[in-house]
T-cell receptor
Framework: GAVVSQHPSWVICKSGTSVKIECRSLDFQATTMFWYRQFPKQSLMLMATSNEGSKATYEQGVEKDKFLINHASLTLSTLTVTSAHPEDSSFYIC???????????FGQGTRLTVV | LAKTTQPISMDSYEGQEVNITCSHNNIATNDYITWYQQFPSQGPRFIIQGYKTKVTNEVASLFIPADRKSSTLSLPRVSLSDTAVYYCLVHSNTGKLIFGQGTTLQVKP
């Protein structure tokens, strides 16, 4: 299947700092990318949908000023967690859908720990 | 809200065939059915996708009845390494991917 690369795989940051997570589609173009967070023993929760060249659409209850999403090209989307706090510690996962296709592929995830 | 309902957990033994059924009573005409597998601390991995009837690939089969209100993922001869969470998603080619609870499959020796 197609490859989606997410970086970094894990990050530890201090409370109050910002962290950027990158999501790249390596062998296909992705007009649409999705960002999720997942807490232990729970399912993936959709945070936002980003379309290349336009503003992201956030799910209800997700603060757009705290979770900044940029999708500047057809192969790269970034999620920036601003002013991180311990409660933001989670597993963040991105997904990219092949332009014109029906399948979506996921990155390996980023474990964020805020101390 | 997720459009799908799956059993929360299933147990099986190595070498057996496992069938996981997903209910999606409100599936729309332009919706596809996609199954993913997830191991702990990893992103979901695409298994199979279908629209109707039967789809088969090198790892699984997907059976979809004519009314498309349910689907069954079939894993032939499972091994210990198939222990994972399996998610069934229903979505259009432009719609959001919403995850339900998933099915935790435990394969025993």
């Amino acid at each position: 299947g197609a490859v989606v690369s997410q970086h970094p795989s894990w990050v530890i940051c201090k409370s109050g700092t910002s962290v950027k997570i990158e999501c790249r589609s390596l062998d296909f173009q992705a007009t649409t990318m999705f960002w999720y967070r997942q807490f232990p023993k729970q399912s993936l929760m959709l945070m936002a949908t980003s379309n290349e060249g336009s503003k992201a659409t956030y799910e209800q209850g997700v603060e757009k000023d705290k979770f900044l999403i940029n999708h500047a090209s057809l192969t790269l989307s970034t999620l920036t967690v601003t002013s991180a706090h311990p409660e933001d510690s989670s597993f963040y996962i991105c997904s990219a859908r092949d332009t014109g296709g029906t399948e979506a592929f996921f990155g390996q995830g980023t474990r964020l720990t805020v101390v | 809200l997720a459009k799908t309902t799956q059993p929360i957990s299933m147990d099986s033994y190595e070498g057996q065939e496992v069938n996981i059924t997903c209910s999606h009573n409100n599936i729309a005409t332009n919706d596809y059915i996609t199954w993913y597998q997830q191991f702990p601390s990893q992103g979901p991995r695409f298994i199979i996708q279908g629209y109707k009837t039967k789809v088969t690939n090198e790892v699984a089969s997907l059976f979809i009845p004519a009314d498309r209100k349910s689907s069954t993922l079939s894993l032939p001869r499972v091994s210990l390494s198939d222990t994972a969470v399996y998610y069934c998603l229903v979505h259009s080619n432009t719609g959001k991917l919403i995850f339900g609870q998933g099915t935790t499959l435990q394969v025993k020796p």
